[in-house]
């Protein structure tokens, strides 16, 4: 496997991210990069070097396709949520959309967005992750906790409740407002209030 040497760049590397939680994933060598290429990579223009022979910038996202480690272990525990500002506008056929973060990540288990997300559950659980409006996630009183920007590791994410039978508790050791058990006391009201604010949060998710 070897990488075709970049006469002007070398190896040509670019410190790969995750597009979940926005942390370096690794390192890539890319050698030679043509134009079309640097396109499909997302990289920004102007293109030092095109046609031929682009300049690889220094961090490159990889995508959805490619969760980092920890995001991918992540996601095979629970789906994940990040919270995104109340006008943001998701992605449709034909319009890219436009998403702005506002810092937030939970992993909830199946069941919660079997609860939560009504009809939108099915392709959530499938996706393994979704965007959440912070109108919306801070009506289901999603966690916030201290994260600033992204998490740096997994135990900085902060779970919710049925994650395995053990439960998860704050990495710091203390029981955390959200260890296993803790869900079935978020006030949904009764089935009437639920499904109002099922319909409510399902209109907002992106
Ligand atoms: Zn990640």
Redesign the pocket.
């Known amino acids: 496997m070897g990488v075709r040497l970049s006469p002007k760049w070398g190896v040509n590397p670019t410190i790969t991210t ?6 370096e ?1 690794g390192l890539a060598l890319l050698g030679r990069v043509g134009e079309n290429r640097a396109k499909e990579m997302g990289w920004e223009k102007p293109y030092e070097g095109a046609p031929y022979d682009v300049k690889a910038p220094r961090f490159t996202c990889l995508g959805p396709a490619y ?2 480690e ?2 991918e272990k992540a996601m095979k525990i629970g789906v994940m949520l990040i919270s995104i500002t109340n006008d943001s506008k998701p992605p449709t056929a034909t319009d890219e959309g436009s998403i702005t973060r506002s810092g937030a990540i939970a992993i909830v288990s199946d069941d919660f967005v079997k609860e939560a997300f009504g009809d939108l559950a099915e392709s959530a659980l499938k996706r393994r992750f979704s965007f959440v409006t912070d109108k919306a996630w801070d009506t289901l009183g999603l966690p916030r906790g201290e994260i600033e920007s992204s998490p740096s590791s997994l135990s900085e994410f902060l779970f919710l409740s049925k994650l395995d039978e053990k439960g998860i508790k704050h990495p710091d050791g203390s029981p955390h407002s959200w260890e296993k058990g803790k869900i079935e006391e978020i006030d949904l009201g009764g089935d009437v209030e639920l499904k109002e604010l099922r319909d409510k949060f399902v209109a907002e998710i992106a």
């Open positions: 995750c597009w979940y939680c926005g942390k994933s969760p980092c920890e995001c």
